[in-house]
């Protein structure tokens, strides 16, 4: 059946004569009425027409973009060549799971961009908004068949029908109608999009798929505790076998029929699973940590991790020891920063008996408590000039003096480092040796900070959100929308040990039964995104709802705003600020939005819903 092709111009046109959904397709009130919480008009935003205006061309310099995101226009063809050549050069399981992950992170990067454009807009629509964006950028037509989610309990269930894969199109030409099916990017679109916009792990399965034989691709989506298997899908995110999945799939058995333990399922070393130390994620620069982590795991290269504090390179190190062929024999840590100067030397390369006042006995530094296995030196940028020089020296002689002592200790160590701390920089200023730096910088993995990695943050805060749960004995439905938006907003300046506390802190301030707020997070003095309210402690010990604003603390916003005579409510003022840009912009929608300083669809998006006419675009 042949269907009608729609231009963007068209499209645009079509939101003055109604027809705001101008792509073929069946209608969708049933399908929004789908959500039992909110009942949502064909026409809520962000419709197709919306998220059309974000689509911006710069054929000028080259470029597309989607909002702040830039897009290719690529041949389906190629992207099907590519495809083939995974699956031929690296076999089917690591073809599927590289393209599932690429299409997580399209699918999460999209929730953000829907979040961001739309923040007022209604769960079910901002989830509506995934399917439209898949259609818009020509992966498939998704028809609903049903969905339901409690913003109560967090709960999410949904089927869907695809019509017109891609993806079924490219790998039926490639190797014809097989077994299994074959919408892997699109699978992980549906869960990295839902996930992302929900807060916590939504488990999207093809259940029907063309390249099976199927008529149609038929898939449903359930938040993952609903799943009695999940482990079999989440796997898939994982880039390397030593990356956990979610918590929900803890109990599933994994791929190689072990009972209790989700696939791929490593904990720190010497610390059980339930501990919450699993490596949780599914970005881009994750995975490519990960997969830096396991080239360099089999031989004895030293290695270095660089990045800020609490993004986990503790965490790395010991999975790095856990993956090596030193894993049995022992992983002794020194955080340099901890020792007194006065100590390194006895800390590091032991004592002997008498060596000083108080060495009442020879002990083992932890070079030789290390022999075998993987010594850890974190905040090693914090070691004086001098413990440097020695420690060089037991690097490069592999040969180590105790305190005190006369003869030589021969040790094999693996030296792994870790620091906070520009070591480049610090040799320039002559604080770090640079024949340290050069000897310890031979596989250096930088770990990039939460900020850059937010496609993991809804992984993360369902795992730690089980795990702190099950620690603390307190049961709840999880995240309220708020929450989710507010933790995605967030800075996050101490990274994943404080997204880790933040969720520790608000599951023993929650009474069961209830969702986590943005107050039960941000309690201690946190400055959460605009539009967030917090709990701030006085003096009186009265806890107070706090909202932050651009112009200084909302008390004293208020207190002004009470103050001066004749303001006028915030839509109102909002209104005829829009009204005085579109005047002095001459009706020219574009130039309006550049004079308030926002995007040409945010500003369409406000002029539709105060109801103002707009005049040229």
């Known amino acids: 059946m042949s269907r009608r092709r729609v231009s963007l111009a068209d499209l645009n046109r079509s939101t003055a004569t109604g027809n705001a959904e101008g792509l073929p397709g069946p209608a969708l009130p049933g399908a929004l009425g789908g959500f039992d919480t909110v009942g949502v008009s064909q026409h809520a935003h962000p419709t197709v027409a919306d998220i059309s205006e974000c689509l911006f061309f710069s054929p000028g310099d080259g470029r597309i973009w989607l909002q702040d995101q830039r897009m290719i226009l690529l041949h389906s063809e190629a992207l099907g060549s590519l495809r083939r050549e995974l699956i031929d050069s690296i076999g089917l399981d690591k073809a599927r799971g590289l393209l599932t992950r690429a299409g997580y992170v399209g699918g999460a990067r999209d929730a953000r961009m829907v979040r961001q454009q739309w923040p007022d807009a209604d769960p079910p629509a901002a989830a509506i908004a995934g399917t439209r964006l898949h259609a818009l950028e020509g992966v498939v037509q998704v028809e609903v068949v049903h969905?339901?989610?409690?913003?109560?309990?967090?709960?999410?269930?949904?089927?869907?029908?695809?019509?017109?894969?891609?993806?079924?199109?490219?790998?039926i030409a490639a190797y014809g109608v097989g077994g299994s099916p074959a919408c892997w990017m699109q699978v992980g679109y549906a869960t990295g999009y839902v996930s992302t916009l929900f807060g916590r792990m939504v488990v999207f399965r093809e259940v029907e798929c063309r390249s099976s034989g199927s008529a149609h691709c038929r898939v449903i989506g359930k938040s993952a505790e609903r799943w009695d298997d999940p482990g079999q899908d989440l796997f898939y995110l994982n880039a390397q076998d030593f990356v956990g999945t979610p918590p929900a799939a803890a109990r599933a058995p994994s791929r190689k029929g072990t009972l209790g333990a989700s696939p791929g399922s490593v904990a720190l070393a010497g610390a059980p699973a339930a501990d919450g130390a699993t490596m949780v994620g599914a970005s881009s620069a994750f995975n490519a940590a990960c997969h830096m982590l396991q080239r360099v795991a089999p031989t004895a290269a030293t290695v270095l991790f660089t990045g800020e504090s609490g993004v986990g390179k503790e965490m790395f190190a010991s999975m790095l020891h856990r993956i090596s062929p030193r894993q049995a024999h022992p992983l002794v840590a020194l955080n340099c920063a901890a020792i007194p100067e006065t100590l390194v030397e006895s800390e590091l390369?032991?004592?002997?008996?008498?060596?000083?006042?108080?060495?009442?006995?020879?002990?083992p530094g932890r070079f030789e408590r290390a022999h075998g296995g993987t010594l850890f030196l974190d905040e090693i940028a914090t070691l004086s000039l001098v413990a440097q020089g020695k420690l060089l020296r037991a690097l490069q002689e592999g040969e180590i003096e105790r305190v005190g002592g006369t003869r030589t200790i021969t040790v094999d160590v693996r030296v792994v480092a870790a620091t906070n701390v520009d070591l480049r920089q610090a040799v320039r200023e002559g604080t770090f040796r640079e024949d340290l730096y050069y000897r310890l910088n031979v596989f250096p993995i930088h770990l990039p900070p939460l900020r850059d990695r937010r496609d993991d943050i809804p992984l993360l805060m369902g795992h730690f959100l089980a795990h702190y749960q099950r620690k603390h004995r307190r049961q709840g439905p999880g995240f309220s929308q708020a929450a989710v938006k507010a933790m995605?907003?967030?800075?996050?300046?101490?990274?994943?040990?404080?997204?880790?506390?933040?969720?520790?802190?608000?599951?023993?301030?929650?009474?069961?039964?209830?969702?986590?707020?943005?107050?039960?997070?941000f309690s201690s003095g946190e400055q959460p995104g605009t539009g967030v309210m917090s709990l701030?402690?006085?003096?009186?010990?009265?806890?107070?709802?706090?909202?932050?604003?651009?112009?200084?603390?909302?008390?004293?916003?208020?207190?002004?705003?009470?103050?001066?005579?004749?303001?006028?409510?915030?839509?109102q003022a909002e209104a005829q600020l829009l009204r005085q840009a579109l005047h002095s912009a001459a009706g020219n929608v574009a130039s309006a939005a550049r004079l308030l300083d926002i995007s040409r669809a945010t500003l369409a998006y406000r002029l539709r819903k105060f109801g103002i006419p707009a005049g040229r675009s």
């Open 536 to 571: 701030q402690l006085g003096a009186d010990s009265i806890a107070t709802l706090h909202m932050p604003s651009a112009g200084g603390s909302a008390p004293a916003t208020q207190a002004a705003a009470a103050a001066m005579p004749g303001v006028a409510p915030l839509h």
């Open 488 to 521: 995605f907003n967030y800075p996050f300046p101490g990274n994943i040990r404080e997204l880790q506390n933040l969720i520790e802190r608000s599951v023993i301030l929650v009474n069961d039964g209830e969702p986590i707020a943005p107050h039960h997070l």
């Open 147 to 171: 969905v339901r989610y409690d913003a109560e309990t967090g709960d999410y269930e949904g089927e869907f029908i695809w019509h017109n894969s891609s993806e079924d199109d490219e790998h």
């Open 349 to 363: 390369f032991g004592v002997e008996r008498g060596a000083y006042t108080g060495a009442g006995a020879s002990r």
